[in-house]
């Protein structure tokens, strides 16, 4: 069979292929990008306005990349906002003088860092005291970090009474801080009345980071 009988046949197993299946090129538009077409249909003096197809294609592509772009950018200026708060709040933790006053950021600047709707917090020795500071058992509070060193973030529809105890139907979400001080604990509860406020699957990097801050001050001031 000669290069053209085999050229014929191969274009008409296309053309028969092209027929079945109609909406090929609605399935693979981006097919039409790299095919060449008529302007015309012969014989007929059909106009075949691919032109406009494309512009429109193109359109969507640019607003889908548009969105893409914009949605890429809002992330990373809110990501910059939060290093920004992070490392303010890590800069008082350095500057405090006594454990007291180390205390008072922990209770009172740590929540509105992530703006929470409530924030208590705990201390598992009795020894300790501190207006903001509740008691918590060492054992229980380590229950909730077992395969978590650090942060505990999850969804709680149904509430979570031993961290906020009479508002526990309130908070539909929580993040639960661990901050080690020798053999004790100290455990930052914030808690969102918003169910999609925190998640397993949100990233901790820059929480974490401000917790091995407290902690080295805390050695410091011991």
Same mark, same amino acid.
């Given at each position: 069979?000669?290069?053209?009988n085999?050229?014929?046949?191969?274009?008409e197993?296309?053309?028969?292929?092209l027929k079945?299946?109609?909406?090929?090129?609605?399935?693979?538009?981006?097919?039409?990008? =790299?095919?060449?077409?008529?302007?015309?249909?012969?014989?007929?003096?059909?106009?075949?306005?691919?032109?406009?197809?494309?512009?429109?294609?193109?359109?969507?592509?640019?607003d889908?990349?548009?969105?893409?772009?914009?949605?890429?950018?809002?992330a990373?200026?809110?990501?910059?906002?939060?290093?920004?708060?992070?490392?303010?709040?890590?800069?008082?933790?350095?500057?405090?003088?006594s454990?007291?006053?180390?205390?008072?950021?922990? =209770?009172?600047?740590?929540?509105?860092l992530?703006?929470?709707?409530?924030?208590?917090?705990?201390?598992?020795?009795?020894?300790?005291?501190?207006?903001?500071?509740?008691?918590?058992?060492?054992?229980?509070?380590s229950?909730?970090?077992?395969?978590k060193?650090?942060?505990?973030?999850?969804?709680?529809?149904?509430?979570?009474?031993?961290f906020?105890?009479?508002?526990?139907?309130?908070?539909?979400?929580?993040?639960?801080?661990?901050?080690?001080?020798?053999?004790?604990?100290?455990? =930052?509860?914030?808690?969102?009345?918003?169910?999609?406020?925190?998640?397993?699957?949100?990233?901790v990097?820059?929480?974490?980071?401000?917790?091995? =801050?407290?902690?080295?001050?805390?050695?410091?001031?011991?």
């Amino acid at each position: 069979m000669s290069k053209k009988n085999d050229k014929d046949s191969a274009e008409e197993l296309v053309i028969q292929y092209l027929k079945k299946n109609k909406n090929l090129f609605l399935d693979y538009p981006e097919l039409l990008d =790299v095919l060449n077409f008529p302007s015309q249909i012969k014989g007929s003096g059909k106009i075949i306005d691919l032109n406009a197809y494309r512009s429109k294609k193109i359109k969507n592509d640019y607003d889908q990349i548009k969105k893409q772009m914009s949605e890429i950018l809002k992330a990373g200026s809110s990501h910059i906002a939060s290093q920004k708060r992070i490392l303010k709040t890590s800069l008082k933790v350095l500057n405090t003088k006594s454990l007291t006053k180390l205390i008072d950021v922990i =209770v009172s600047d740590l929540g509105p860092l992530l703006a929470c709707d409530i924030v208590n917090c705990f201390f598992t020795n009795s020894t300790l005291k501190h207006t903001g500071l509740s008691q918590i058992d060492n054992r229980i509070a380590s229950s909730y970090f077992r395969d978590k060193p650090q942060t505990n973030l999850n969804q709680s529809p149904k509430g979570i009474p031993l961290f906020f105890p009479n508002k526990s139907k309130l908070i539909k979400s929580y993040l639960l801080l661990k901050i080690v001080y020798g053999s004790d604990r100290f455990i =930052v509860a914030m808690g969102s009345k918003d169910i999609n406020k925190f998640t397993k699957d949100q990233k901790v990097d820059l929480v974490e980071y401000l917790i091995q =801050v407290i902690q080295i001050k805390l050695v410091d001031l011991n």
